[in-house]
């Protein structure tokens, strides 16, 4: 488990699968089953910061990989690396926002 984050920190994985396959995918997969739970929890009348909380569970795994996105980006340079920054970007505010 420790190399997924270090690989993906020190920009040694592929920027497509990167962006593609661990934060588009992976990442909106956390936060939509992290949301959904949270509804359940809110419609069972649990405590609201219980809701919370579950809700916002995946944000530092959220903020980890758009960093890794930029950081592995910068490496690579070009403007295919600068759009995927972009939508990194978009991505955390989306998902954090919604």
Same mark, same amino acid.
């Given at each position: 488990?420790? &190399? ?8 040694? /994985?592929?920027? &497509?699968?990167?962006?593609?396959? &661990? ?9 939509? %089953?992290?949301?959904?739970? %949270? ?11 219980? /809701? +919370? ?12 990989? !758009? /960093?890794?996105?930029?950081? !592995?980006?910068?490496? %690579?340079?070009?403007?295919? %690396? ?7 970007? +978009? ?8």
């Amino acid at each position: 488990m420790r &190399d997924f984050f270090r690989s993906r920190w020190r920009g040694q /994985v592929p920027l &497509d699968r990167l962006f593609w396959c &661990d934060m588009l995918l992976v990442g909106t997969i956390l936060s939509i %089953a992290s949301s959904a739970l %949270a509804l359940v929890l809110l419609g069972l009348k649990l405590p609201l910061w219980l /809701v +919370l909380a579950v809700h916002f569970l995946p944000v530092p795994y959220t903020i980890f990989l !758009t /960093v890794a996105v930029w950081r !592995t980006a910068e490496k %690579a340079g070009g403007f295919k %690396a600068q759009l995927m920054m972009l939508g990194s970007a +978009l991505w955390l505010i989306t998902t954090v926002v919604v």
